[in-house]
């Protein structure tokens, strides 16, 4: 029997593979040394070095997001899982599957705050999806094959493993875990028929529908993006996708509203205000896509189909609930519609669309261009004209820039776009570009950028420079921290406070001293030029793009404010935000 | 017609694996998004299977009740949340140890009072008293709300447990 046993870092290594998993992003500390030993005696799973552990989560995410696996991290105890929290944040608010391996002190250590002690599961129970301390070696397979079960199925998220050094080093019996059938978890898929019935029933009804659809399709995988695709075309329904969501329905295709919300387009925020009929499918009618909820679409019967029961009802009343992944539930949608003989009043709905085209001749997108300083919608627009058609695929940081790329980048799939939608991480953006590239080492991989928010990972320059990772990094560089200068200038009559980007590094320079390719573009002439040359540089690329530093992101639902109450660009009055609006984020 | 925002009480029965930081899951969960927790027990009631029962009272609106079972039921080492208070007839329980201090006519009357409660003396010295009652939390309140100027130095409550009628489980 002796002979079977293996070191607990072993099975670590074994499960792992099982998994399908062929790469991991980490970083070495005492605890996981063992693991470390194991990974440098095998060559089935690659190890990417990060920087700093939280980008090593990050770059997970870019993994998985860009590929629909399970991200994999390993990182030690203490502050190597302390560092990772706001990763596995990030990733539980935005339904990110990943699992990530902390190192712990030895069990008969725990609670005698040794050396790089932390109570990693009970810091991290709040910010995963589910968290375990492993404390036999026996249960060190059995609870990683569990992991990534509980990481991808349902609504996908972070799931932390702790695991003491003793454990590690111990010896036991690897036990695969190909079929996982867990006691108390087993999420639903498959919607109730009866309730599907009830949405046909209203679908069929509906004079102004619109389709509101998120993250969650992208979750569920390509049979959910092309049904649901299939199922907007085949009813001639207007949709409207939120920032997570982008790409799960082509942009190309005019049935496509563009991203509502916040900064989402005038034709698809006045749509979901008006329309009598909102189906959302795997979205979660989150604050920044509902302004004033007293406000939010008060006229719509809602039908919500979402894969975690909890988001039915938390925000908004809906009329009809389904529980089910997005896949099966269209599936069937579609099954009945087909079956069905009634269909919408083709007259309502053509004067629904006509109330849309008008709404779109608004042109909400549209800025004043300038021949002297570079706008810098003008230069995501024209980064998009020269990645259009390409094998491309971008991520972002958090803040004005972030909302420029979702309006003017375009994506006609899923699984190219990554920004952090629910926690709004600055510095999510690099890391995660890092992880996008290594899972596709021959894509164009873009993290549009702030010179605020790139600053906040900047370290990882170095990951990119070691595995000579071509990842291109375009700033947007305005001086400020624009998002909050902005709602300085609209809320707290232009008191500046601490957002200006004092001392800010020379980029071009910055990005030599790291062994990258650094390029800088400061006259709208020498634009197109510079996104050229970064386009055909090999290896990584700064791009110090200098911006106006006055621009603002519009269009914009201010804080406490209806759909219906956008303002659409700078020459729109400003209303006094109102008291409950001042409070809100 | 109960208005949307009335808020009302609810006790939710929840069955659980037992294993380290279940609890926690859950009391953190209520903290986490700022729900009631006005009383919660915990303990195993399937040695065999592993499994544990808390019971927690809360209140909230119908919306936060919906969401509180939701959010419950989504946490991975949950087998089972059930509402009892509106899924049926059920019983709820709790018992209290209530220490009381005094001497002569006050010392009687508590025990008089104690009596008519149906408490039972599981401690006495010739100036004290330790309680032991069961019943519904508003019987407990009662009987400890007479104690007050009787003597009244110490309560240890169980908080509510708490069962459906018939023949059914959870």
Same mark, same amino acid.
């Given at each position: 029997?002796?002979?079977?046993?293996?070191?607990?870092?072993?099975?670590?290594?074994?499960?792992?593979?099982?998994?399908?998993?062929?790469?991991?992003?980490?970083?070495?500390?005492?605890?996981?040394?063992?693991?470390?030993?194991?990974?440098?005696?095998?060559?089935?799973?690659?190890?990417?070095?990060?920087?700093?552990?939280?980008?090593?989560?990050?770059?997970?995410?870019?993994?998985?997001?860009?590929?629909?696996?399970?991200?994999?991290?390993?990182?030690?105890?203490?502050?190597?899982?302390?560092?990772?929290?706001?990763?596995?944040?990030?990733?539980?608010?935005?339904?990110?599957?990943?699992?990530?391996?902390?190192?712990?002190?030895?069990?008969?250590?725990?609670?005698?705050?040794?050396?790089?002690?932390?109570?990693?599961?009970?810091?991290?129970?709040?910010?995963?999806?589910?968290?375990?301390?492993?404390?036999?070696? @026996?249960?060190?397979?059995?609870?990683?094959?569990?992991?990534?079960?509980?990481?991808?199925?349902?609504?996908?998220?972070?799931?932390?493993?702790?695991?003491?050094?003793?454990?590690?080093?111990?010896?036991?019996?690897?036990?695969?875990?190909?079929?996982?059938?867990?006691?108390?978890?087993?999420?639903?898929?498959?919607?109730?028929?009866?309730?599907? #019935?009830?949405?046909?029933?209203?679908?069929?009804?509906?004079?102004?529908?619109?389709?509101?659809?998120?993250?969650?399709?992208?979750?569920? %995988?390509?049979?959910?993006?092309?049904?649901?695709? @299939?199922?907007?075309?085949?009813?001639?329904?207007?949709?409207?996708?939120?920032?997570?969501?982008?790409?799960?329905?082509?942009?190309?295709?005019?049935?496509?509203?563009?991203?509502?919300?916040?900064?989402?387009?005038? #034709?698809?925020?006045?749509?979901?205000?008006?329309? /009598?009929?909102?189906?959302?499918?795997?979205?979660?009618? /989150?604050?920044?896509?509902?302004?004033?909820?007293?406000?939010?679409?008060?006229?719509?019967?809602?039908?919500?189909?979402?894969?975690?029961?909890?988001?039915?009802?938390?925000?908004?009343?809906?009329?009809?609930?389904?529980?089910?992944?997005?896949?099966?539930?269209?599936?069937?949608?579609?099954?009945?519609?087909?079956?069905?003989?009634?269909?919408?009043?083709?007259?309502?709905?053509?004067?629904?669309?006509?109330?849309?085209?008008?709404?779109?001749?608004?042109?909400?997108?549209?800025?004043?261009?300038?021949?002297?300083?570079?706008?810098?919608?003008?230069?995501?627009?024209?980064?998009?004209?020269?990645?259009?058609?390409?094998?491309?695929?971008?991520?972002?940081?958090?803040?004005?820039?972030?909302?420029?790329?979702?309006?003017?980048?375009?994506?006609?799939?899923?699984?190219?776009?990554?920004?952090?939608?629910?926690?709004?991480?600055?510095?999510?953006?690099?890391?995660?570009?890092? %992880?996008?590239?290594?899972?596709?080492?021959?894509?164009?991989?873009?993290?549009?950028? %702030?010179?605020?928010?790139?600053?906040?990972?900047?370290?990882?320059?170095?990951?990119?420079?070691?595995?000579?990772?071509?990842?291109?990094?375009?700033?947007?560089?305005?001086?400020?921290?624009?998002?909050?200068?902005?709602?300085?200038?609209?809320?707290?009559?232009?008191?500046?406070?601490?957002?200006?980007?004092?001392?800010?590094?020379?980029?071009?320079?910055?990005?030599?001293?790291?062994?990258?390719?650094?390029?800088?573009?400061?006259?709208?002439?020498?634009?197109?030029?510079?996104?050229?040359?970064?386009?055909?540089?090999?290896?990584?690329?700064?791009?110090?793009?200098?911006?106006?530093?006055?621009?603002?992101?519009?269009?914009?639902?201010?804080?406490?404010?209806?759909?219906? @109450?956008?303002?659409?660009?700078? #020459?729109? #009055?400003?209303?006094?935000?109102?008291?409950?609006?001042?409070?809100?984020? | 017609?109960?208005?949307?925002?009335?808020?009302?009480?609810?006790?939710?029965?929840?069955?659980?694996?037992?294993?380290?930081?279940?609890?926690?899951?859950?009391?953190?969960?209520?903290?986490?998004?700022?729900?009631?927790?006005?009383?919660?027990?915990?303990?195993?009631?399937?040695?065999?299977?592993?499994?544990?029962?808390? $019971?927690?009272?809360?209140?909230?609106?119908?919306?936060?009740?919906?969401?509180?079972?939701?959010?419950?039921?989504?946490?991975?080492?949950?087998?089972?949340?059930?509402?009892? $208070?509106?899924?049926?007839?059920?019983?709820?329980?709790?018992?209290?140890?209530?220490?009381?201090?005094?001497?002569?006519?006050?010392?009687?009357?508590?025990?008089?009072?104690?009596?008519?409660?149906?408490?039972?003396?599981?401690?006495? $010295?010739?100036?004290?008293?330790?309680?032991?009652?069961?019943?519904?939390?508003?019987?407990?309140?009662?009987?400890?709300?007479?104690?007050?100027?009787?003597?009244?130095?110490?309560?240890?409550?169980?908080?509510?447990?708490?069962?459906?009628?018939?023949?059914?489980?959870?």
């Amino acid at each position: 029997m002796a002979t079977d046993q293996i070191t607990g870092a072993a099975c670590v290594i074994r499960a792992l593979v099982d998994q399908g998993v062929d790469v991991v992003f980490g970083y070495p500390g005492g605890a996981v040394l063992p693991i470390y030993d194991e990974l440098f005696q095998q060559n089935a799973l690659r190890h990417i070095l990060v920087r700093h552990e939280q980008a090593a989560v990050h770059a997970a995410e870019g993994y998985a997001r860009s590929t629909g696996k399970v991200g994999a991290v390993l990182v030690t105890s203490g502050p190597g899982a302390t560092n990772a929290v706001t990763g596995l944040t990030d990733a539980l608010m935005d339904s990110i599957p990943l699992v990530c391996l902390t190192g712990q002190v030895p069990t008969h250590m725990i609670g005698n705050d040794a050396f790089q002690e932390a109570d990693t599961t009970g810091i991290t129970r709040p910010c995963t999806k589910h968290n375990y301390l492993v404390k036999k070696v @026996e249960d060190v397979s059995r609870v990683i094959h569990e992991a990534f079960y509980v990481a991808r199925s349902g609504r996908p998220g972070p799931v932390v493993v702790d695991l003491p050094k003793d454990i590690l080093q111990a010896k036991t019996v690897y036990r695969n875990g190909a079929a996982v059938k867990h006691r108390s978890y087993n999420p639903r898929v498959k919607g109730d028929m009866k309730r599907i #019935e009830q949405a046909i029933e209203l679908i069929a009804k509906a004079k102004r529908p619109l389709f509101y659809c998120g993250g969650g399709i992208i979750n569920s %995988g390509p049979k959910a993006t092309q049904l649901l695709t @299939e199922f907007v075309r085949m009813t001639g329904f207007p949709i409207t996708l939120t920032l997570m969501g982008l790409g799960a329905f082509p942009a190309a295709d005019p049935h496509f509203l563009g991203m509502l919300g916040m900064h989402g387009t005038y #034709e698809a925020n006045l749509a979901m205000h008006d329309c /009598d009929v909102m189906i959302n499918i795997g979205a979660r009618f /989150d604050d920044r896509v509902t302004g004033r909820l007293a406000a939010f679409s008060p006229g719509s019967k809602k039908i919500h189909v979402d894969i975690d029961p909890s988001s039915i009802n938390k925000n908004v009343a809906v009329d009809v609930s389904i529980v089910g992944d997005a896949a099966h539930v269209l599936e069937d949608m579609i099954k009945l519609w087909k079956a069905r003989q009634a269909r919408p009043e083709q007259k309502a709905i053509a004067s629904w669309w006509k109330q849309i085209e008008e709404w779109r001749g608004r042109e909400s997108l549209r800025f004043r261009n300038s021949d002297s300083i570079i706008k810098p919608q003008h230069a995501i627009k024209r980064l998009y004209e020269a990645i259009k058609g390409r094998d491309y695929y971008i991520t972002t940081e958090v803040g004005q820039h972030q909302m420029w790329a979702a309006q003017h980048i375009r994506f006609e799939e899923p699984k190219r776009w990554m920004t952090s939608g629910g926690l709004g991480t600055m510095g999510y953006g690099l890391p995660a570009a890092i %992880g996008a590239q290594i899972a596709h080492p021959d894509s164009l991989v873009i993290d549009v950028a %702030g010179e605020a928010s790139i600053l906040m990972n900047i370290q990882e320059l170095s990951t990119a420079a070691q595995y000579a990772l071509p990842v291109k990094i375009f700033i947007v560089n305005n001086q400020w921290m624009g998002m909050v200068r902005q709602w300085q200038e609209l809320l707290h009559g232009g008191r500046y406070s601490e957002s200006y980007s004092a001392s800010l590094p020379d980029f071009v320079k910055l990005a030599e001293a790291f062994g990258a390719t650094g390029l800088r573009a400061e006259k709208p002439a020498e634009l197109d030029e510079v996104i050229r040359l970064m386009i055909e540089t090999k290896g990584p690329v700064v791009v110090d793009c200098r911006v106006d530093q006055t621009e603002n992101c519009f269009p914009m639902i201010p804080s406490g404010a209806a759909h219906n @109450e956008m303002l659409l660009g700078p #020459e729109d #009055e400003v209303k006094p935000v109102s008291e409950e609006g001042m409070v809100l984020v | 017609m109960a208005d949307k925002n009335t808020v009302s009480r609810h006790t939710i029965s929840v069955l659980v694996e037992n294993e380290a930081g279940v609890l926690a899951r859950v009391i953190g969960l209520f903290s986490g998004r700022g729900y009631n927790i006005e009383s919660l027990t915990v303990a195993e009631v399937d040695a065999a299977n592993r499994l544990s029962r808390i $019971t927690v009272v809360t209140s909230g609106t119908d919306m936060i009740i919906e969401q509180i079972k939701a959010q419950l039921d989504r946490l991975v080492p949950i087998h089972r949340v059930s509402d009892l $208070t509106v899924e049926g007839p059920h019983l709820e329980r709790e018992l209290a140890l209530i220490k009381v201090r005094g001497n002569g006519e006050k010392r009687v009357e508590s025990l008089r009072i104690a009596d008519i409660f149906r408490a039972r003396v599981v401690d006495s $010295t010739i100036e004290s008293f330790v309680f032991e009652m069961t019943g519904s939390s508003e019987k407990l309140n009662a009987f400890i709300n007479l104690m007050q100027p009787l003597g009244l130095v110490d309560v240890s409550r169980t908080g509510v447990v708490a069962i459906s009628r018939g023949p059914d489980a959870i």
